[in-house]
């Protein structure tokens, strides 16, 4: 049974969200969408390891950008026919002690630190985006109560790391070729 005094708390509770709707659409907030590439470059080719680069693919992919494959093995000797080559170079994923348990001396709280660098060529070889590093950090604590799920954790915040990075590589070269 719907009471005036539930009515009441319903709209007290959406008048914030209405007021917070309201401000963000005011100040020019919109929500980010796919990043958009400049369809006169063509197929695009991506080069570098396979877990980074089947990521970036998976986001050309949404932002509507054919990509081309690159070979089996992500090398730079695939077909030339891509108007465009992302090379995707130093992949690297570090673990960091940030925290130590006082009473076990064990280690309680990591930082992962996942870093990409990358830079974009056309077909001759000339740079268009120059080489630029994309670095993004994670902590976690560790339990020792849970040591399996721990390491699954850390598997899942450096498949998470990855996906960031694919997004913001895909960005900043979507934002370097617009200028």
């Not at 659409?25 to 570098?48: F, K, N």
């Not at 695939?78 to 940030?98: I, P, Q, Y």
């Not at 268009?128 to 699954?152: E, G, I, N």
């Not at 915040?157 to 200028?179: F, K, P, T």
Request: glycine residues 8%; negative net charge; hydrophobic residues 45%.
């Amino acid at each position: 049974m719907i009471t005036a005094r539930s009515k009441a708390r319903n709209v007290v509770l959406a008048l914030p969200i209405a007021i917070a709707i309201a401000m963000a659409s005011g100040c020019g907030y919109q929500l980010r969408g796919a990043a958009s590439l400049a369809p006169e470059l063509g197929a695009m080719r991506v080069t570098g390891p396979g877990d980074i680069r089947t990521a970036v693919i998976r986001v050309l992919g949404g932002a509507g950008v054919p990509v081309e494959p690159a070979g089996g093995s992500g090398d730079d000797s695939a077909g030339d026919s891509a108007g465009t080559v992302l090379h995707l170079e130093d992949e690297r994923l570090d673990r960091r002690v940030l925290s130590v348990d006082p009473d076990t001396v064990r280690e309680r709280e990591f930082e992962l630190a996942y870093r990409v660098t990358f830079r974009v060529t056309d077909a001759q070889g000339e740079e268009l985006v120059p080489k630029q590093t994309v670095s993004l950090l994670r902590d976690y604590v560790f339990d020792t109560r849970a040591v399996l799920a721990k390491d699954r954790e850390q598997e899942v915040l450096h498949a998470e790391l990855r996906r960031d990075a694919a997004a913001r590589i895909v960005d900043r070269v979507a934002a370097m070729l617009r200028q």
